[in-house]
């Protein structure tokens, strides 16, 4: 078979090797630390929902990327990035952790002001959360190499200062709880990439802004806005 058109295909370097692991969609775990949850406006714990970006939302650590258009309040979110390796629906909880491939630190990009018009509507959030290269993510260190990340501080600092400072334990739904959950609405398989949510302490960024972000365990992430 021959295609009219070969778009590049979206990938993420693999720590330690010259090897790259092949993106095929991206789901995000919206309100899933507590404390973001109320500076979000919820004090309870949510139904789990989702959200979804393209593959090539991917930007690498070390990028300077370009402010988005359209918005004056831009929200730069910590997260723990899951990658699945492995096929599956319904799974189950206790078998959860044998799906995931490896783990990355990650940035979930939001056009915030975009977000609030958009939810105060309940009309879809694809024009906020979908925006171009709103996926950072560093290196993705595989399992077999490192072991499951269930705990660890995770930070993210704007210019120095740290802006978010907590603990991937705080996660409301963990790792085995989430793909069990996301896996009873969607068939998972390999090239997923799962962002897990942010800690509290979510801000605007602006044109000149550096973020370093880290997770113990993993390779940090550092992304300029031009």
């Known amino acids: 078979m021959e295609y009219v058109l070969t778009p590049p295909v979206a990938s993420v370097p693999v720590a330690g090797s010259d090897k790259q692991f092949a993106v095929r ?15 979000m406006g919820s004090d309870l714990r949510e139904t789990p929902f989702y959200f979804t970006k393209p593959g090539d939302a991917i930007v690498f650590t070390g990028a300077t990327i370009p402010h988005p258009s359209k918005t004056k309040s831009f929200h730069d979110e910590m997260e723990l990035v899951v990658a699945i390796g492995k096929c599956g629906s319904d799974i ?45 993510i560093g290196l993705l260190h595989p399992v077999a190499a490192i072991g499951h990340i269930g705990k660890g501080r995770i930070r993210l600092q704007v210019n120095g200062p740290a802006k978010r400072d907590s603990g991937v334990s705080k996660m409301i739904l963990n790792v085995p709880e989430t793909i069990a959950n996301l896996s009873s609405l969607i068939e998972l398989a390999p090239g997923d990439l799962i962002y897990t949510g942010t800690p509290e302490g979510v801000g605007p960024v602006v044109s000149g802004d550096r973020m370093t972000g880290s997770i113990e365990g993993l390779s940090g992430i550092d992304i300029s806005i031009a």
């Open 25 to 39: 969609r991206i789901f995000c775990v919206g309100r899933n630390y507590l404390e973001h949850a109320g500076e």
């Open 92 to 136: 189950a909880q206790e078998r959860a952790l044998d799906h995931v491939w490896g783990y990355a630190c990650g940035i979930n990009r939001t056009r915030r002001d975009v977000h609030g018009a958009l939810r105060d509507k309940g009309r879809p959030w694809d024009m906020c959360k979908a925006c171009d290269r709103s996926s950072p």
